[in-house]
Protein backbone atom coordinates (compact mmCIF):
# COMPACT_ATOMS: atom_id res chain seq x y z
CA UNK A 1 0.00 0.00 0.00
CA UNK A 2 1.41 3.29 -0.81
CA UNK A 3 1.99 5.23 1.91
CA UNK A 4 0.15 8.71 2.63
CA UNK A 5 1.38 12.01 1.51
CA UNK A 6 2.53 14.27 3.89
CA UNK A 7 0.44 17.97 3.91
CA UNK A 8 1.23 20.91 6.05
CA UNK A 9 -1.83 19.79 8.13
CA UNK A 10 0.07 16.16 8.66
CA UNK A 11 -1.76 12.84 7.85
CA UNK A 12 -3.27 10.03 9.41
CA UNK A 13 -1.77 6.22 8.53
CA UNK A 14 -4.79 3.38 9.50
CA UNK A 15 -4.96 -0.08 10.46
CA UNK A 16 -3.35 -2.29 8.63
CA UNK A 17 -2.19 0.98 6.43
CA UNK A 18 1.71 1.75 5.97
CA UNK A 19 4.52 0.39 3.41
CA UNK A 20 4.99 -3.37 4.21
CA UNK A 21 8.18 -4.95 4.82
CA UNK A 22 9.60 -8.43 5.69
CA UNK A 23 12.53 -7.79 8.12
CA UNK A 24 14.56 -10.91 9.48
CA UNK A 25 11.47 -12.79 9.62
CA UNK A 26 8.69 -9.83 11.15
CA UNK A 27 6.26 -8.20 9.36
CA UNK A 28 6.77 -4.44 9.50
CA UNK A 29 4.63 -1.80 8.40
CA UNK A 30 6.11 1.74 8.24
CA UNK A 31 3.40 3.63 9.68
CA UNK A 32 5.07 7.22 9.04
CA UNK A 33 8.44 8.43 7.30
CA UNK A 34 10.99 11.29 7.64
CA UNK A 35 10.13 12.35 4.63
CA UNK A 36 6.77 12.21 5.32
CA UNK A 37 7.58 14.71 8.89
CA UNK A 38 10.17 16.05 7.26
CA UNK A 39 12.68 14.43 9.16
CA UNK A 40 11.58 14.12 12.76
CA UNK A 41 10.17 10.89 13.01
CA UNK A 42 9.74 7.25 12.14
CA UNK A 43 7.26 5.15 13.40
CA UNK A 44 7.14 1.36 12.19
CA UNK A 45 4.69 -1.36 13.44
CA UNK A 46 6.02 -4.62 14.01
CA UNK A 47 4.84 -8.23 14.20
CA UNK A 48 7.64 -10.28 15.20
CA UNK A 49 7.84 -14.21 15.94
CA UNK A 50 8.89 -15.67 19.26
CA UNK A 51 13.04 -15.89 19.20
CA UNK A 52 13.45 -12.43 16.76
CA UNK A 53 16.07 -10.85 18.22
CA UNK A 54 18.41 -7.47 18.01
CA UNK A 55 21.98 -7.51 18.12
CA UNK A 56 23.06 -5.56 20.32
CA UNK A 57 23.77 -2.19 18.40
CA UNK A 58 24.28 1.46 19.31
CA UNK A 59 22.39 4.71 17.31
CA UNK A 60 24.49 7.20 16.51
CA UNK A 61 21.79 9.45 15.02
CA UNK A 62 18.65 8.94 16.54
CA UNK A 63 16.65 7.51 19.58
CA UNK A 64 14.63 4.90 19.61
CA UNK A 65 11.43 4.35 21.68
CA UNK A 66 9.87 0.78 21.80
CA UNK A 67 6.13 0.07 22.77
CA UNK A 68 4.73 -3.23 23.46
CA UNK A 69 1.15 -3.81 22.32
CA UNK A 70 0.89 -7.43 22.70
CA UNK A 71 2.85 -10.15 23.79
CA UNK A 72 6.58 -10.07 26.30
CA UNK A 73 9.50 -8.90 24.91
CA UNK A 74 12.49 -8.37 26.66
CA UNK A 75 15.04 -5.88 26.48
CA UNK A 76 18.76 -5.06 27.05
CA UNK A 77 19.98 -1.09 27.54
CA UNK A 78 23.10 -1.03 28.00
CA UNK A 79 24.13 -3.19 31.00
CA UNK A 80 20.19 -4.06 31.75
CA UNK A 81 17.81 -6.32 31.00
CA UNK A 82 13.97 -6.23 31.52
CA UNK A 83 10.61 -7.72 30.75
CA UNK A 84 8.47 -5.84 28.67
CA UNK A 85 4.60 -6.57 28.45
CA UNK A 86 1.27 -5.24 26.79
CA UNK A 87 1.86 -1.47 27.74
CA UNK A 88 5.11 -1.54 28.77
CA UNK A 89 8.05 1.69 27.00
CA UNK A 90 11.52 1.08 26.33
CA UNK A 91 13.63 3.94 25.74
CA UNK A 92 17.02 3.50 23.83
CA UNK A 93 18.65 6.75 23.46
CA UNK A 94 21.27 7.13 21.16
CA UNK A 95 25.04 6.07 22.60
CA UNK A 96 23.62 3.28 24.02
CA UNK A 97 23.90 -0.06 23.21
CA UNK A 98 20.05 -1.81 23.19
CA UNK A 99 18.45 -4.87 21.92
CA UNK A 100 15.26 -7.02 22.71
CA UNK A 101 14.32 -10.70 22.40
CA UNK A 102 10.94 -11.83 21.59
CA UNK A 103 10.01 -14.73 24.25
CA UNK A 104 5.82 -14.98 23.33
CA UNK A 105 4.54 -16.64 20.66
CA UNK A 106 4.66 -13.23 19.08
CA UNK A 107 4.81 -9.91 19.59
CA UNK A 108 3.35 -6.36 18.46
CA UNK A 109 5.87 -3.71 18.52
CA UNK A 110 5.60 0.15 17.86
CA UNK A 111 9.07 1.61 17.26
CA UNK A 112 9.06 5.23 16.63
CA UNK A 113 12.46 6.87 15.95
CA UNK A 114 13.89 10.41 16.33
CA UNK A 115 14.85 11.82 14.09
CA UNK A 116 13.41 9.87 11.05
CA UNK A 117 15.77 7.90 8.53
CA UNK A 118 16.41 4.39 9.76
CA UNK A 119 13.24 3.05 8.45
CA UNK A 120 15.70 3.20 5.28
CA UNK A 121 17.42 0.06 7.23
CA UNK A 122 14.26 -1.91 7.10
CA UNK A 123 13.37 -1.17 4.02
CA UNK A 124 17.06 -2.07 2.23
CA UNK A 125 18.04 -4.84 4.74
CA UNK A 126 14.41 -6.78 3.92
CA UNK A 127 12.14 -7.38 1.24
CA UNK A 128 8.87 -5.68 0.27
CA UNK A 129 6.04 -7.90 1.63
CA UNK A 130 3.94 -9.46 -0.94
CA UNK A 131 0.98 -9.47 1.81
CA UNK A 132 0.20 -8.17 5.46
CA UNK A 133 0.80 -11.09 6.74
CA UNK A 134 4.09 -12.59 8.47
CA UNK A 135 6.78 -14.02 5.85
CA UNK A 136 6.90 -17.54 4.64
CA UNK A 137 9.51 -19.25 6.60
CA UNK A 138 11.41 -19.85 3.25
CA UNK A 139 11.60 -16.16 2.93
CA UNK A 140 15.59 -14.98 1.97
CA UNK A 141 17.19 -12.26 3.81
CA UNK A 142 20.96 -10.57 3.55
CA UNK A 143 23.49 -12.48 5.89
CA UNK A 144 24.42 -10.74 9.32
CA UNK A 145 27.48 -8.83 7.50
CA UNK A 146 25.42 -7.23 4.51
CA UNK A 147 22.99 -5.95 7.10
CA UNK A 148 25.99 -4.56 9.06
CA UNK A 149 27.03 -2.95 6.00
CA UNK A 150 23.70 -1.06 5.58
CA UNK A 151 23.11 -0.63 9.43
CA UNK A 152 26.24 1.47 9.47
CA UNK A 153 25.17 3.86 6.31
CA UNK A 154 22.05 4.30 9.04
CA UNK A 155 24.31 5.17 11.78
CA UNK A 156 23.80 2.25 13.51
CA UNK A 157 27.45 -0.10 14.28
CA UNK A 158 26.47 -3.83 16.19
CA UNK A 159 28.60 -4.02 19.14
CA UNK A 160 27.34 -7.59 20.53
CA UNK A 161 25.40 -10.12 19.64
CA UNK A 162 21.56 -10.58 19.83
CA UNK A 163 19.76 -11.34 23.41
CA UNK A 164 19.58 -15.07 24.14
CA UNK A 165 16.47 -17.14 24.82
CA UNK A 166 15.47 -17.08 28.14
CA UNK A 167 16.98 -19.95 29.90
Same mark, same amino acid.
Given at each position: ?????????????????????????????????????????????????? +??????? @????????????? +?? @???? #???? @??????????????? @?? *??? *???????? =? #?????????? +? #????? +?????? *??? &??????????????????????????? &? =? #????
Amino acid at each position: MTPPAATTAGFITGPQQGEAVWFRGALVLLKATAQQTQGRYAVAEWLAPK +GLAAPLH @VHRNDDELFLVLD +GE @VRFQ #LGDE @VVQGTAGSVAYGPRG @VA *HSF *HVDSQHAH =L #LLIFGPGGTE +G #LFREG +GNPARA *HAM &PPADEEYLDAAALAAIGERYGQTIVGP &P =L #LPRA
